[in-house]
């Protein structure tokens, strides 16, 4: 269970497990939420249930069945008729499909599953990757969504979240310490790994004397582009170039600025490319960023964007974020500075100490044991566990 959109939106978790696991054999069906629908050139009044079969987001040969229930395409009206649509798949799914556990990563519909599962005698599992709340833009809903998201915490079989922080986070709201675990994000070893990086960087007119900051992913107001555009409009430093890959709510904005101060040929917007293609982009950077605001949003947890930069041997600029700080300490490739107007200052001193190479060697060392093999037999074995306790306790 999700309330954004399996298909549109970038790689997360769930769709690494969800891939990995049928990869494995187990039938996957996944009920999703079109979240940008308004962005459709096309609007309609109401979507129809569609059914998506064979879908493979991260690993060739997986295949997930997505199901996007209909709602309503109005602001405001779409969420509410999501609570009737998704109740009404779910329990279809229950009747159809059968599951041996459901998993939820939203905050309507996994309360809705969570209900739905307590009266079938079906496992539920509360996963959190994100605090969801704090993403929602109208304030006053955020409250509400909390307290939803306590009560699925309470009644979850089992919580899972993908770091330290985020642990710590959803016991404080509500998740029993004893049945609260930790199953971080993983990397792909066999994608990303050493690639050439000579094709990205000349069809985008990158010099082999170029020093690059990338980033990649979904580009938010807070994630401190803005900043670090403007940073390094005041360097003298032509060779210094920020190359990013993504879309997203300030992506207009950083045009903008491209514009406005003559950096056409030093800030590179290459927009949404496809997954299969990232490694390529990472390979020819020279640093990673994760500039990000500290914010409520982004303190508590540790994007998965991060494993796959240090997997590559990459050097990673983070603005210190508690989450990302108790993941990687402070001597494991990852330099951080208090502001995402430090980052392009931070960025010379490497490059003028030249230690990129042993600080991205650091870093590919400490995300080697985070293999999404290894992850997935985590999150399988926890599954089978938690089907197992439900079957005893419905046994006796």
């Known amino acids: 269970m999700q309330e954004t959109d399996w298909l549109k939106r970038n790689p997360a978790q769930q769709h690494h497990l969800a891939d990995n696991l049928s990869l494995r054999g187990h039938k996957v069906r996944v009920i999703d939420y079109e979240l940008l629908w308004w962005t459709k050139r096309k609007k309609k009044l109401f979507s129809r249930r569609q059914v998506f079969s064979g879908v493979s987001k991260t690993r060739k040969g997986a295949s997930v069945t997505l199901i996007r229930p209909g709602i309503v395409k109005i602001p405001c009206l779409d969420y509410i008729s999501l609570i009737f649509s998704h109740k009404r798949e779910i329990e279809r799914q229950i009747s159809e499909f059968s599951p041996d556990v459901i998993i939820g990563f939203g905050i309507l519909n996994a309360y809705l599953a969570m209900k739905s599962s307590g009266r079938n005698n079906i496992p539920f599992v509360c996963y959190w990757i994100d605090v969801l709340h704090t993403l929602i833009p109208f304030k006053p809903f955020q409250s509400m969504a909390k307290l939803v998201e306590g009560k699925t ?68 107001n807070f994630s401190g582009l803005r900043e670090v555009t403007l940073e390094l409009a005041k360097t003298k430093d032509s060779n210094l170039k920020l190359l990013i890959v993504g879309e997203g709510d300030a992506f207009n904005e950083l045009q903008k600025i491209r514009e406005r101060h003559n950096l056409q040929n030093r800030v590179i917007l290459a927009g949404k490319k496809p997954y299969q293609e990232i490694p390529s982009f990472i390979a020819a950077s020279d640093i990673c960023l994760l500039p990000a605001h500290n914010n409520e949003v982004m303190r508590h947890i540790v994007p998965i964007k991060l494993y796959e930069y240090m997997a ?29 107007e430090e980052v392009v200052k931070k960025a010379s001193e490497l490059i003028a100490n030249e230690n990129l190479d042993e600080l991205g060697a650091k870093a590919r060392r400490f995300v080697e044991k985070y293999s999404w093999d290894k992850i997935t037999d985590e999150f399988e074995n926890i599954l089978k566990e938690v089907i197992k306790e439900k079957q005893n306790e419905t046994a006796s």
């Open 312 to 340: 590559m041997g990459k050097p990673v600029i983070s603005t210190r974020l508690p989450g990302v700080v108790k993941e990687f300490a402070y001597d494991n490739g990852v330099v951080y500075v208090n502001r995402p």
């Open 153 to 220: 915490l309470k009644h979850a079989d089992r919580v899972l979240v993908i770091n330290e922080r985020l642990k710590t986070f959803v016991i404080k709201i509500g998740a029993n310490p004893e049945r609260t675990s930790v199953v971080r994000g993983g990397v792909d070893f066999a994608q990303f790994g050493q690639i050439s990086h000579n094709k990205v960087r000349i069809q985008h007119g990158i010099e082999k004397d170029d020093i690059v900051l990338f980033f990649m992913g979904w580009l938010y």
